[in-house]
């Protein structure tokens, strides 16, 4: 900070903080829209990189596992195989609907590498996962815009006392009658 500023008559100390927080604000805002449309564009991305294809059972899938105290049951899974766009054929363990038959067809997405994964998000689940990654991160910017807020203003603080500290002291003699 300028220590002229700090000397000011006219607020000098404030308008710096507030004209240094105007900044921060700023700042945090160009960043929080880069992060909102850097999630956005990588969630929407994953459409790219996940294919949906068709998976035969090759056993039987079981009921579905019931955990005690767990809000719902755990979907059943299933040995199945299925091929990949490259050609490539892969075997593994997919959800299956509740007692499904060895050789019954079943739809799963899979990543580039061929194995099972979650579907690609929506356009609402893209901007979903954005308004969060923005929240969380606009959040903690607040937090620590807050934080710099209050140690400027301490700082500022602590120097426009030691300078009425100073002052005080050259002119305290004169007006109370004491001398060092």
Do not use: C
């Not at 997919?94 to 994964?117: D, H, L």
């Not at 140690?151 to 006392?161: E, G, N, S």
């Amino acid at each position: 900070m300028v220590p002229m500023a700090i000397e000011q008559p006219d607020g000098g100390p404030y308008r710096l903080t507030a004209a240094v927080l105007s900044a921060a604000v700023l700042a945090a805002g160009i960043v929080l829209t880069i992060i909102g449309t850097a999630t956005y564009t990588a969630a929407r991305a994953e459409k790219s990189s996940r294919h949906q294809v068709t998976a035969h059972l090759v056993q039987d899938s079981g009921p579905p596992l019931i955990v005690p105290g767990a809000p719902v049951a755990v979907p059943p899974h299933g040995f199945a195989q299925w091929t990949a766009p490259d050609g490539a054929r892969h075997t593994g363990l997919v959800r299956a609907e509740p007692y499904q038959k060895a050789g019954t067809a079943v739809s799963i997405w899979i990543n580039t590498a061929g194995e099972p994964t979650e579907p690609p998000a929506t356009a609402d689940g893209a901007a979903t996962r954005a308004v969060l990654a923005v929240a969380v991160a606009g959040s903690g910017l607040a937090a620590v815009i807050a934080l710099v807020a209050q140690l400027t203003t301490a700082a500022d603080r602590r120097r426009r006392y030691t300078t009425i500290d100073r002052e005080w002291a050259h002119v305290e003699p004169e007006w109370t009658g004491r001398r060092s």
